[in-house]
Protein backbone atom coordinates (compact mmCIF):
# COMPACT_ATOMS: atom_id res chain seq x y z
CA UNK A 1 0.00 0.00 0.00
CA UNK A 2 1.74 3.53 -0.51
CA UNK A 3 -0.11 6.99 -0.13
CA UNK A 4 1.15 9.24 -2.33
CA UNK A 5 0.88 12.83 -1.15
CA UNK A 6 0.84 16.06 -3.06
CA UNK A 7 -0.50 19.66 -3.03
CA UNK A 8 2.46 21.36 -0.98
CA UNK A 9 4.55 24.71 -1.41
CA UNK A 10 5.51 28.14 -0.15
CA UNK A 11 2.25 30.90 0.14
CA UNK A 12 1.89 34.55 1.53
CA UNK A 13 0.06 34.49 5.06
CA UNK A 14 -3.73 34.22 4.35
CA UNK A 15 -3.48 32.78 1.08
CA UNK A 16 -4.50 28.52 0.85
CA UNK A 17 -3.75 25.64 -0.20
CA UNK A 18 -5.26 22.22 -0.85
CA UNK A 19 -3.17 19.07 -0.17
CA UNK A 20 -4.46 15.49 -1.95
CA UNK A 21 -3.51 11.98 -0.98
CA UNK A 22 -4.30 9.24 -3.02
CA UNK A 23 -4.41 5.43 -1.42
CA UNK A 24 -3.48 2.48 -3.65
CA UNK A 25 -2.31 -0.78 -3.66
CA UNK A 26 -4.04 -3.91 -1.74
CA UNK A 27 -6.80 -2.08 -0.45
CA UNK A 28 -10.45 -4.10 0.94
CA UNK A 29 -11.31 -1.05 2.61
CA UNK A 30 -10.27 2.04 4.82
CA UNK A 31 -11.29 3.27 8.10
CA UNK A 32 -9.62 6.32 9.19
CA UNK A 33 -7.61 8.60 7.48
CA UNK A 34 -5.75 11.92 8.14
CA UNK A 35 -3.52 14.79 7.83
CA UNK A 36 -0.69 15.66 10.34
CA UNK A 37 2.13 17.89 10.38
CA UNK A 38 5.57 18.00 11.70
CA UNK A 39 8.67 20.93 12.33
CA UNK A 40 11.66 19.90 12.91
CA UNK A 41 12.52 18.79 16.62
CA UNK A 42 8.48 18.62 17.50
CA UNK A 43 6.42 15.54 17.41
CA UNK A 44 3.88 14.71 14.32
CA UNK A 45 0.82 16.11 15.59
CA UNK A 46 -3.43 15.58 14.26
CA UNK A 47 -4.47 17.88 11.69
CA UNK A 48 -7.56 16.80 10.80
CA UNK A 49 -9.15 13.11 10.66
CA UNK A 50 -12.05 11.44 9.27
CA UNK A 51 -13.16 7.96 9.85
CA UNK A 52 -15.07 5.65 7.31
CA UNK A 53 -18.51 7.30 8.54
CA UNK A 54 -17.62 10.54 7.87
CA UNK A 55 -16.64 11.74 11.20
CA UNK A 56 -14.62 14.26 11.59
CA UNK A 57 -11.92 16.06 13.89
CA UNK A 58 -9.94 18.72 13.56
CA UNK A 59 -6.28 20.23 16.01
CA UNK A 60 -7.98 23.69 17.36
CA UNK A 61 -5.66 25.22 15.26
CA UNK A 62 -7.43 24.07 12.09
CA UNK A 63 -11.16 24.52 13.26
CA UNK A 64 -12.60 27.26 11.34
CA UNK A 65 -9.35 27.14 8.57
CA UNK A 66 -9.32 23.75 7.03
CA UNK A 67 -11.38 21.33 5.59
CA UNK A 68 -10.77 17.57 5.12
CA UNK A 69 -12.19 15.59 2.35
CA UNK A 70 -12.89 12.13 1.95
CA UNK A 71 -13.93 10.14 -1.08
CA UNK A 72 -14.35 6.40 -0.08
CA UNK A 73 -14.70 5.39 -3.89
CA UNK A 74 -11.41 6.57 -4.84
CA UNK A 75 -9.22 6.22 -1.45
CA UNK A 76 -8.39 9.80 -1.17
CA UNK A 77 -8.52 12.26 1.45
CA UNK A 78 -8.22 16.34 0.48
CA UNK A 79 -7.18 19.30 3.28
CA UNK A 80 -8.29 22.06 1.91
CA UNK A 81 -6.10 24.70 4.10
CA UNK A 82 -7.35 28.64 3.90
CA UNK A 83 -6.22 31.62 6.29
CA UNK A 84 -2.85 30.01 6.14
CA UNK A 85 -0.59 31.60 8.73
CA UNK A 86 3.02 31.54 8.97
CA UNK A 87 2.76 28.76 12.31
CA UNK A 88 1.44 26.51 9.80
CA UNK A 89 4.89 26.15 8.01
CA UNK A 90 5.46 22.61 8.78
CA UNK A 91 5.76 18.71 6.65
CA UNK A 92 2.10 17.50 6.49
CA UNK A 93 1.83 13.68 6.25
CA UNK A 94 -1.20 11.55 5.31
CA UNK A 95 -2.11 8.84 7.10
CA UNK A 96 -4.52 5.85 6.40
CA UNK A 97 -5.66 2.27 8.38
CA UNK A 98 -6.20 -0.02 5.67
CA UNK A 99 -7.83 -3.34 5.57
CA UNK A 100 -6.48 -5.65 3.15
CA UNK A 101 -8.12 -9.85 3.28
CA UNK A 102 -5.64 -12.19 3.04
CA UNK A 103 -5.99 -15.62 5.12
CA UNK A 104 -7.18 -13.36 8.03
CA UNK A 105 -8.45 -9.46 8.00
CA UNK A 106 -5.17 -7.37 8.60
CA UNK A 107 -5.39 -3.91 9.47
CA UNK A 108 -2.41 -1.55 8.81
CA UNK A 109 -1.37 2.03 9.20
CA UNK A 110 0.54 3.85 6.90
CA UNK A 111 2.39 7.11 6.13
CA UNK A 112 2.33 9.12 3.21
CA UNK A 113 6.03 10.50 2.00
CA UNK A 114 5.27 14.25 3.60
CA UNK A 115 4.68 17.39 1.57
CA UNK A 116 6.16 20.53 2.82
CA UNK A 117 3.87 23.53 3.20
CA UNK A 118 5.52 27.08 4.11
CA UNK A 119 3.90 29.87 4.96
CA UNK A 120 5.21 33.04 4.17
CA UNK A 121 4.78 36.92 6.33
Known amino acids: VQLQASGGGLVQSGGFLRLSCAASGNIFSINGMGWYRQVPGKERTLVAHVSKDGSIKYADSAKGRFTIFRDNAKNTVDLQMNSLRPEDTAVYYC????????????????WGQGTQVTVSS
Open 95 to 110: NADTIRISDVVVVENH
